[in-house]
Each structure stands twice: as structure tokens, then as C-alpha cells.
């Protein structure tokens, strides 16, 4: 049995695909032969190194960037949210402030600002002070005094909304209503969005915050201004605001830390993630991050922190005395800075996105309005006397346009994915071996044949 057995494994192996073993059989002479064996350990050394290389790469989970930049010949105008920096700034504020009986103890700093922010307080912890909260800031009418781009007019209100902002109270959004959005089809300058605000604070509320500006805040339509970034332009410049976009598409884990589509309300059962979806604004992980921290001060402090984002029940009210703010200050002190903190707590409910987009901007300044603007200005408005006002502390230019409209898209892919390692499996074995897949049924074509041999040669014994 061993004959035949041996016979047929010999045959089968002549007839393989494979170069080294079929020609080592062949050899009549041994020095041939004695060739063809070291070749053929070498080769196979080779292919095991390079596979097993192949493996190692493939693991390791490596990606590529490819940057491709589109032409767009017209594009969505950025949504704007503008904020006086003052919270406190009409007539009505400073009424409200002069019948507020304060005791307030003596600073320990002159930037501490307490009278400031503790007004702030009164007025976020009762329902009946904030059901008034428009009254404290500026009015729509008084901030946004020219509003144009090209042919339109925005100053009409059709193009605004209303958002009221925890930290800087009244703000005017541009652009954010989906059923009236501007698009663009020029770049540059002479294209821009043009606005001047006023951003003026009553009389007698000059010393209680020390800031004057405003706080602008670029982001797409379907972005929260709470997750964006504001940035302050001054009173008396004119800033210019070039803006260009770049999305962004990775691979999800293990190729990156990015945790898949974040788009998709039911891909992810976190408490966080769900509660930004049910607020129909589009999810990214800073504000879910943010809120994590919010929802640690929440449960260790019984208030909410207005310098972080609240979505949450508006039965819970903010931090108000000095007992909760030490809290506050602990929870950060101790908690905020230790980024275990991040990793442990608030990454798990805070999925990260694979899909992003920003804005790139880039500023320039220019000084805005000269004395004989400043003359005419207040001619123009009628000031005289005691009224005459310094236009120049009290306006703002602001120039907003895309510098292109081609956008950058990076787009991240696998470096070696599965079919790439079979590609290289396959150049490899045939390259040094001379095998391809089907060497693999060679193989099996063996193990049958010898099983065939075997059984045939036990029905033979049982018959005899």
C-alpha cells in the first residue's frame, strides 16, 4: 500500500504547478538535484518572510490621505451667528441694574467683574426674569444697522433668525433658514457680505463689563453655534473674513479613532448622542464632549454651568451662589484637566465623527471711520449737543466672503485592504514558488488520493 500510496503523491507532485519540488523529483543527478533543494528552501524562506510582512502591514492598520480639490460655480453661503459681547446693553438693563439691591463684597481684583456676572445669575435663576431676557440685549434693529451682499438686501428680516446664546444673550443668525439660502457665485472682496454693526452699550453701563465688540461665529446650517468657536472683532476696524471649506472623510476603527456614521440618529445608544439628535442639530463630538462636562457638573453640583452648553431638562437651573460656583471650580480643578476624565467618561458616550467639514479664515484689518465720518455720521442721525456720540467706539465694518469656491476634500483610505493582501500573497508565492491558489488543490487532490488508496486497499482486505 505504501507503494502505491508513495507512487501517487510522486505523480501528483510532478504534475505541480509549484517549480522547486517537481524538479527536485526529476534530477537524475545529485548535483542538480542539491540545487534545486537549497533554491527551493531559500525561495520558500523568502515567501514565508515577505508573507508574514504582508500580514504585519495588513494589521497594523495604516492609512492614506488623498487630497482632491473641487470647482463649485456657485456655493451656500456660510451660516453667520453675530453677538454683542455685552449682555447688558439697552436702557431696560440699566433700569433693571439701578433697582437691583446687590451686596456685593469688596473684589479681590478690579477684572473679577462680580457685580457683572452676579446679575447674571439673579437673571438665569428666575423663570420671570428670563421670560424678559430679550429686553437686556440689543434688538435686532439697533445691532444689524446695513446688512448687503451684491443685489440683496439682508437687512430684511426673511434672512435672520433669533438665537439666544447663554453667554452673550441676544444673537442674529444669516443663513440658517433652509428654505431661503443665499448662494454665491463670486469670491473675493468686491463680492463680500457686507455688515456694520452697533454694538454701543446705554449709558451707565460702561464700566460693568470690560469688553466691547462682537462675537462672531462661522458655521454650516445645520451646526449649533454652541459647538463652534467665536472669535471677537473691535469697535473702529473694519475686518475682512476670507473664508474657504475643507471636508473631511476617515476610515473607521481600527484605522483611525473615528467611530463610523454619526449621521445616522440610531448608530450609537448613548444618552448624550441621542440628546443631541433630538434637537435636530447636527452631531460632532466637541459639543457632545462639552455636554459630558455639563452633565458631571448637573449631577455633583445640582445646577448647570452656563459656560458650557445645557440641553438638557429645564428644570434644572443654573449655578447661582457661591457654595455651588466652588463646586463648579472643584469639578474643573480636579476633574476637566485629568484627560483619564475624557477617556473614561465622556469618549465612551461621545462617539467620534468620520465625516466633517470646517471653515478655514483668514482676517485682515483696516481702521474704520475717521473724524469727519464720525461728523457726518452723527449729523446724519440727528446727535447734537450732549448726544453727539465717538462713532467710532460704537461701530464695526465687517466684510465676510469665500476666497474660493473650490473646496478641499481629504479623504482617507486603507492602506492595504483585504483584496490588497491577497494580491500580495498571490505575486509573492508565485514570484518565489511558482504557486497560485489553485496549487492549493494539488494539495487536496493528495489527501483524496491517498484516502481513495486506502479505502480501496481496506475493502480489498475484507473481501479476502
Not at 168 to 177: E, L, P, V
Not at 246 to 268: E, L
Not at 346 to 358: F, G, I, K, R, V
Amino acid at each position: 500500500m505504501s507503494k502505491n500510496i508513495s507512487s501517487v503523491i510522486k505523480e501528483i507532485l510532478l504534475s505541480s504547478t509549484s517549480h522547486g519540488i517537481p524538479n527536485i523529483i526529476r534530477s537524475d543527478k545529485l548535483g542538480l538535484r542539491l540545487i534545486w533543494i537549497i533554491s527551493t528552501i531559500i525561495s520558500t524562506g523568502l515567501c514565508s518572510y515577505m508573507i508574514v510582512q504582508g500580514f504585519i502591514n495588513y494589521f497594523s492598520f495604516e492609512t492614506t490621505s488623498k487630497i482632491q480639490v473641487y470647482t463649485e460655480t456657485s456655493s451656500i453661503f456660510p451660516a453667520i451667528t453675530i453677538c454683542n459681547l455685552n449682555y447688558f446693553t439697552t436702557e431696560y438693563s440699566v433700569e433693571f441694574i439701578r433697582n437691583l439691591s446687590l451686596d456685593i463684597p469688596q473684589p479681590s481684583s478690579y477684572f473679577d467683574y462680580d457685580k457683572y456676572f452676579m446679575i447674571r445669575q439673579i437673571i438665569s435663576t428666575n423663570e420671570e426674569l428670563m421670560s424678559n431676557s430679550y429686553e437686556y440685549g440689543d434688538s435686532f434693529e439697533k445691532l444689524i444697522i446695513y446688512c448687503q451682499l451684491l443685489t440683496i438686501d439682508c437687512k430684511n428680516k426673511e434672512y435672520w433668525n433669533y438665537f439666544y446664546h447663554e453667554f452673550y444673550g441676544n444673537c442674529y443668525q444669516i443663513n440658517t433658514k433652509l428654505e431661503n439660502l443665499i448662494r454665491v457665485s463670486r469670491t473675493g472682496w468686491s463680492n463680500a457680505l457686507h455688515m456694520i454693526l452697533n454694538i454701543s452699550v446705554a449709558y451707565g453701563l460702561e464700566d460693568l463689563f470690560p469688553s466691547i465688540g462682537a462675537a462672531i461665529m462661522i458655521h454650516n446650517q445645520t451646526t449649533s453655534p454652541l459647538s463652534t468657536d467665536a472669535f471677537a472683532v473691535s469697535p473702529g476696524v473694519e475686518t475682512s473674513i476670507a473664508i474657504s471649506r475643507q471636508f473631511r472623510s476617515s476610515v473607521p476603527k481600527p484605522y483611525s479613532n473615528c467611530d463610523g456614521d454619526t449621521s445616522d440618529p440610531n448608530a450609537f445608544d448613548t444618552k448624550l448622542f441621542k440628546l443631541i439628535n433630538s434637537k435636530n442639530i447636527s452631531y460632532n463630538q466637541q459639543l457632545c464632549v462639552d455636554l459630558c462636562f455639563q452633565d458631571m457638573v448637573i449631577k455633583e453640583c445640582k445646577c448647570y454651568y452656563i459656560g458650557f452648553p445645557f440641553l438638557s431638562d429645564k428644570s434644572i437651573k443654573p449655578c447661582k451662589n457661591d457654595s455651588e460656583y466652588e463646586c463648579i471650580y472643584s469639578k474643573i480643578e480636579n476633574d476637566f484637566n485629568d484627560s483619564s476624565i475624557v477617556n473614561t467618561v465622556c469618549q465612551p458616550q461621545c462617539p467620534l465623527e468620520c465625516e466633517s467639514m470646517s471653515y478655514k479664515i483668514l482676517y485682515s484689518y483696516n481702521d474704520f471711520l475717521n473724524k469727519k465720518n464720525n461728523e457726518d455720521l452723527n449729523d446724519f442721525y440727528n446727535f447734537t449737543g450732549t448726544n453727539r456720540r465717538q462713532m467710532k467706539k460704537d461701530l464695526l465694518s465687517l466684510y465676510f466672503y469665500y476666497e474660493t469656491l473650490n473646496y478641499e476634500k481629504i479623504t482617507e483610505k486603507e492602506r492595504i485592504d483585504f483584496v490588497d493582501l491577497l494580491s500580495n500573497i498571490g505575486g509573492i508565492a508565485g514570484l518565489f514558488l511558482g504557486i497560485s491558489f489553485l496549487s492549493l488543490v494539488e494539495i487536496i487532490e493528495i489527501v483524496f488520493q491517498v484516502l481513495d488508496s486506502y479505502i480501496h486497499r481496506t475493502k480489498v482486505i475484507v473481501l479476502a
